[in-house]
């Protein structure tokens, strides 16, 4: 799919697919620039898996950043850009 911008030239948006939890840090900086609430921080068992914040607060090792709300996504792609780790997915659809 392609778009334009508001003067008229050619742009694909590239919508966040995924984040890996395993490369993760949890820095926030991505949902800092993301004003469509598609990310949200999770918790992180010390098996690698996410889990329940509420349910399984002692079983916590450390936070990541999670899908929360993917068809928010307008793929303007300030996540990806801020990302020190590399740690997302993007597709143009």
């Given at each position: 799919m392609s778009a334009t911008t508001r003067d008229g030239r050619s742009w694909t948006p590239s919508y966040l697919n995924a984040i890996d939890p395993g490369v993760c840090i949890g820095c926030?900086?991505?949902?800092?620039?993301?004003?469509?609430?598609?990310?949200t921080l999770r918790g992180v068992n010390d098996e690698g898996e996410i889990v329940d914040d509420e349910e399984d607060e002692d079983d916590i090792d450390?936070?990541?950043?999670?899908?929360?709300?993917?068809?928010?996504?307008?793929?303007?792609?300030?996540?990806?850009?801020?990302?020190?780790?590399?740690?997302?997915t993007h597709i143009a659809v």
């Open positions: 926030g900086r991505c949902y800092k620039v993301c004003g469509r609430g598609v990310m450390r936070r990541v950043m999670a899908m929360d709300d993917a068809g928010a996504c307008v793929g303007c792609g300030a996540c990806a850009r801020v990302c020190p780790t590399n740690c997302q």
